[in-house]
């Protein structure tokens, strides 16, 4: 268990609906990254937050969105969802504002697009 | 940039014996870390080992260890005495010291055979 706590683990949803996945980093840290993992474009970083401020940006949709709020949970919320979005979206949390910390990834919420 | 090369799309291995997967990067960074991660079926993704580029010492973790050859951007790893627990894909990747995104290699799936 890394701590870090994603939710939901599986989500069905259909083409152009909206949803909100959740992040709760380990205890202590600071940072929060989102990732997607889909079979053609592997391990892709979006974005990623520090103490509540956006601090990195990868390559993440305009249609996305993310947040982190005061208790340093996260969301990323993903909208007018296509097909291509369909993929595993990992939340993972370090110490300090740089990945250079040790990373640790929590289990992934699982999107399906239908 | 960082670029993150994994050349074994798969590697098998029996029960007990030693497996070594390639890892091969390029970046303009003179200070960075470097990352095994493994995914089980599970798809989480777990840190197995952790390497500083300033540190010329090779980092170990137990049964895994890595070799890295900075001058030729070279970063593998070795899994000794493989176990049935270690079939997974394994995800080599790269970030700069000051930076915020991992960059991921495109994995090595392993196979152990009992």
């Known amino acids: 268990d890394s701590g870090v706590t994603q939710t939901p683990k599986h989500l069905i949803t259909a083409t152009g609906q909206r949803v909100t996945l959740r992040c709760s980093p380990r205890?202590?840290?600071?940072?929060v990254y989102w990732y997607q993992q889909s079979l053609d474009q592997g391990l892709q970083f979006l974005i990623q937050?520090?103490?509540?401020?956006?601090?990195a940006k990868g390559n993440i949709l305009e249609r996305f969105s993310a947040q982190q709020f005061p208790d340093l949970h996260s969301e990323l919320n993903l909208s007018s969802l296509e097909l291509g979005d369909s993929a595993l979206y990992f939340c993972?949390?370090?110490?300090?504002?740089?990945?250079?910390?040790?990373?640790?990834f929590g289990e992934g919420s699982w999107l399906t697009v239908v | 940039a960082q670029t993150v090369t994994q050349s074994q799309p798969e590697m098998s291995v029996q029960e007990a014996e030693t497996v070594t997967l390639s890892c091969t990067y390029d970046?303009?960074?003179?200070?960075?870390?470097l990352f095994w991660y493994k995914q089980p079926p599970s798809r989480q993704m777990i840190l197995v080992i952790r390497?500083?580029?300033?540190?010329?010492q090779n980092a170990t973790e137990n049964r895994f260890s890595v070799n890295f050859q900075k001058a030729a951007k070279s970063f593998s790893l070795k899994i000794s005495d493989s176990q049935l627990g270690d079939a997974a894909m394994y995800f080599c990747?790269?970030?700069?010291?000051?930076?915020?995104?991992?960059?991921f290699g495109g994995g090595t799936r392993v196979l152990v055979k009992p």
């Open positions: 990747a790269s970030v700069p010291a000051a930076g915020n995104k991992l960059t």
């Open positions: 993972a949390s370090s110490l300090g504002r740089t990945s250079g910390n040790t990373i640790y």
């Open positions: 937050y520090y103490n509540g401020e956006e601090r």
């Open positions: 970046t303009s960074e003179s200070d960075y870390y």
């Open positions: 205890s202590g840290d600071l940072s």
């Open positions: 390497q500083e580029a300033y540190k010329q």
